[in-house]
């Protein structure tokens, strides 16, 4: 059973949506792969809303750079492995997609890396955010690359940047 709320962010409204006790999408307003609202279930409360919206205030507040909540990934074996591996780059830093690639084993699956990341349900809890360019550019984002800039910026991650260590 899916539930939703909304909750302000300086990134706007951000929709929380959780199947069960666990957190399986977060969506900014106007967000591209976004699915139809009446797939939020109805509006609700519950623990992992009261957790999320919580830790959420931490990170904008600078006081959070990682989140501790549960989470439910919907997608395929692959997409599912790329949104797990965006959780192991650390706050603050960037990674390509290239480097994931390489880093899930596949180094010729950038371009399928970038396909599944613009598609993670879990917007910056899983920091989708952190993937950019061979270059170190912004080469897209589901909530607009106005957003993209901000939460970089936000994290002060470094552009350009260093490449991401091999620890996924």
């Not at 006790?21 to 969506?27: N, S």
């Amino acid at each position: 059973m899916r539930s939703h709320t909304v909750v302000d962010s300086p990134c706007g409204p951000l929709t929380l949506v959780a199947e069960d006790d666990a957190l399986c999408g977060l969506y900014m307003h106007e967000q591209r792969h976004r699915p139809a609202e009446p797939t939020f279930g109805a509006r609700g409360a519950g623990e992992v809303f009261v957790r999320a919206e919580a830790q959420l205030k931490e990170y904008f507040a600078g006081q959070r750079r990682e989140f501790d909540l549960p989470l439910a990934f919907r997608g395929t074996p692959f997409q599912r492995s790329v949104w797990a591996a965006l959780l192991e780059i650390p706050y603050g830093e960037t990674a390509s997609y290239g480097e994931l690639a390489q880093l899930l084993g596949n180094p010729s699956a950038a371009r399928a890396v970038g396909l599944a990341n613009g598609k993670n349900p879990i917007s910056i809890v899983v920091p989708c955010h952190r993937l950019v360019g061979s270059t170190g550019s912004l080469t897209g984002y589901g909530g607009g690359l106005e957003r993209k800039q901000y939460l970089l910026d936000f994290e002060g991650c470094p552009i350009p940047r260093e490449p991401m260590s091999t620890s996924v």
